[in-house]
């Protein structure tokens, strides 16, 4: 493990935390990368069950968790978000691994949170040298519900599904995500706006290594998928009103 590379963390610890689902092509490289900048890893596989969680179970160097079937993205991450609060972690960097996110770019979503709740990474804050061209119908929708949780929520966020984030522990106590799906970062943006959280956002690149890749049944068709978020949208906006919480207008601070 190259030491040089990991943030000091003689006064906090911070978890970096992956949910799998079916990436045996990918999930050995990406770990061998993970493990070079962070000194705590978490891997919550999500019921694979094309061969990853052989390839995890022959890790000595990362904690693994095992969901016995497939729940869904949103509840990988509550496995992870549950896990870094019982065990004391002052944050946790949450990515994917399809080789989308570079696990380099960890120490500086880590440093960013010392002035933030949640940092989120963007993919169109800038312009980075080999980008990949986004799938058109992601692009869209990305866009669309993008501008419609800034009209909503008083932010100014750029990228509302990127994956690659870091979290406070301490922020995501109060949280309450119920979301087990892919639509749950809507849910948490919500309850993060509902709790007057300060969150920036920081450039990443584009980076599509499978543009095939499925959310799961109808979800694959993008207006059934639109129609979805707009549902957990609206859910998650009643449960804040019915609790009685507010979102107090603000913008989302952009770091680049």
Same mark, same amino acid.
């Given at each position: 493990?190259?030491?040089?590379?990991?943030?000091?963390?003689?006064?906090?610890?911070?978890?970096?935390?992956?949910?799998?689902?079916?990436?045996?092509?990918?999930?050995?490289?990406?770990?061998? %990368?993970? *493990?070079?900048?962070?000194? !705590?890893?978490?891997?919550?596989?999500?019921?694979?069950?094309?061969?990853?969680?052989?390839?995890?179970?022959?890790?000595?160097?990362?904690?693994?968790?095992?969901?016995?079937?497939?729940?869904?993205?949103?509840?990988?991450?509550?496995?992870?978000?549950?896990?870094?609060?019982? %065990?004391?972690?002052?944050?946790?960097?949450?990515?994917?691994?399809?080789?989308?996110?570079?696990?380099?770019?960890?120490?500086?979503?880590?440093?960013?949170?010392? !002035?933030?709740?949640?940092?989120?990474?963007?993919?169109?804050?800038?312009?980075? %040298?080999?980008?990949?061209?986004?799938? &058109? %119908?992601?692009?869209?929708?990305?866009?669309?519900?993008?501008? &419609?949780?800034?009209?909503?929520?008083?932010?100014?966020?750029?990228?509302? #599904?990127?994956? #690659?984030?870091?979290?406070?522990?301490?922020?995501?106590?109060?949280? &309450?995500?119920?979301?087990?799906?892919?639509?749950?970062?809507?849910?948490?943006?919500?309850?993060?706006?509902?709790?007057?959280?300060?969150?920036? &956002?920081?450039? *990443?690149?584009?980076?599509?290594?499978?543009?095939?890749?499925? #959310?799961?049944?109808?979800?694959?068709?993008?207006?059934?998928?639109?129609?979805?978020?707009?549902?957990?949208?609206?859910?998650?906006?009643?449960?804040?009103?019915?609790?009685?919480? *507010? #979102?107090?207008?603000?913008?989302?601070?952009?770091?680049?």
């Amino acid at each position: 493990m190259a030491e040089s590379n990991i943030p000091d963390r003689k006064s906090s610890r911070w978890l970096a935390a992956l949910p799998v689902y079916n990436e045996v092509q990918y999930v050995a490289g990406v770990l061998d %990368e993970v *493990v070079r900048y962070a000194s !705590d890893v978490l891997v919550v596989n999500d019921g694979s069950s094309d061969g990853t969680a052989a390839v995890l179970d022959s890790r000595s160097d990362v904690h693994v968790i095992h969901h016995p079937e497939n729940r869904g993205y949103g509840a990988a991450l509550m496995t992870a978000f549950a896990y870094a609060i019982a %065990e004391g972690y002052e944050g946790l960097v949450t990515l994917d691994c399809d080789g989308q996110h570079q696990p380099k770019r960890i120490p500086e979503f880590i440093a960013a949170a010392s !002035d933030a709740d949640i940092v989120s990474g963007s993919r169109y804050l800038k312009v980075y %040298e080999g980008d990949d061209a986004p799938p &058109e %119908e992601r692009l869209f929708i990305n866009r669309r519900i993008t501008r &419609e949780l800034n009209q909503r929520l008083g932010f100014n966020l750029t990228d509302a #599904f990127c994956g #690659f984030k870091a979290y406070r522990t301490s922020a995501l106590s109060q949280l &309450e995500i119920t979301d087990e799906g892919y639509a749950m970062p809507l849910q948490l943006w919500v309850e993060a706006a509902a709790a007057d959280l300060r969150v920036i &956002e920081i450039p *990443v690149p584009l980076i599509y290594l499978d543009l095939e890749r499925s #959310f799961g049944g109808s979800l694959d068709h993008a207006e059934t998928r639109l129609r979805y978020y707009h549902q957990v949208l609206d859910s998650a906006f009643a449960v804040a009103a019915a609790d009685g919480r *507010v #979102f107090p207008g603000r913008d989302v601070a952009l770091s680049i």
